[in-house]
């Protein structure tokens, strides 16, 4: 009889234990995780032991996508999991998101989002990354503006609000890239062609000095950067700008190339 009785509790183990295991392989990648009647994706980085805490990076989609493309996409998640970094990707409404003033559900939705992941990885509040594309990148702008305050970085690609906005909050860095040709975003030139509008917002609200021009760089031959940054802000915080001459897209290497400097990382490629 206690023979019978230890298998029986040895088997309900190996039953809770199956049953865990495949809850948390069900939340992860192209299958969403569900939190406040909303979801988003994860993905893992490669090699990770399963303790040491996690950089995040919190990327919003574009328009008319959901957050199973960013942990399959090679210029987000082909970044992030080679550089140890968890990659969370919420899912908007209506493949959108609701950026255009601070009074929208989505900057509580997304700091839920991180609050639920730090219930499934030991996450590192100390290096939370938020970046976005197109609408998603203006979705990261106002999370930046709301929440900026817990923000290591803000890495936002193709995308802003209002240089005008009110920000309560802003993040420690601001890293943007931004194409002259875009017509889907269009580049937010300033008055008398000033090419460093796109930033103006942050360089204002952190009073920065004069920004200095880095020089061009690229992480693919096809495809240069001209760079200007802000060093000498209120508070240590750093703005950086990226421009290029092609259009609306997230450019090769370009979001690897933000989190090996913020990481402190040689950069590399990809």
């Not at 999370?143 to 802003?170: F, K, M, N």
């Not at 992480?219 to 240069?224: E, K, P, Q």
Request: with cysteine; net charge negative; glycine share 10%.
């Amino acid at each position: 009889m206690k023979t019978y009785v230890l298998s029986a509790f040895v088997a309900l183990l190996w039953v809770g234990a199956a049953i865990a295991a495949e809850t948390t392989r069900a939340c992860h990648a192209g299958i969403a995780c569900e939190v406040d009647g909303r979801s988003y994706h994860v993905k893992e980085p490669d090699d990770w032991d399963g303790v040491t805490p996690l950089p995040v990076l919190l990327h919003f989609h574009g328009w008319m996508r959901t957050g199973a493309l960013p942990v399959q996409h090679a210029r987000i998640s082909g970044a992030t999991r080679r550089r140890g970094v968890l990659l969370l990707a919420p899912n908007g409404h209506g493949k959108s998101w609701d950026f255009w003033d601070d009074d929208t559900d989505d900057v509580g939705f997304a700091a839920a989002v991180i609050e639920d992941a730090a219930k499934r990885y030991p996450i590192d509040r100390s290096r939370i990354y938020v970046s976005g594309y197109s609408y998603g990148s203006a979705m990261a702008w106002r999370y930046a503006c709301e929440h900026g305050d817990d923000v290591a970085a803000l890495i936002a690609v193709s995308g802003t609000i209002r240089q005008s906005a009110g920000c309560p909050q802003g993040p420690r860095e601001v890293r943007h890239v931004h194409g002259l040709r875009d017509n889907v975003m269009d580049f937010p030139m300033g008055p008398d062609g000033d090419q460093t509008f796109p930033v103006a917002l942050w360089r204002s609200q952190f009073d920065c000095g004069k920004g200095r021009a880095t020089g061009q760089w690229n992480a693919v031959d096809f495809l240069d950067f001209n760079r200007t940054v802000w060093e000498d802000c209120e508070g240590g915080h750093k703005v950086t700008l990226d421009i290029h001459k092609g259009g609306h897209f997230i450019p090769h290497g370009w979001i690897a190339r933000q989190l090996d400097e913020l990481l402190g990382r040689a950069p590399s490629y990809p």
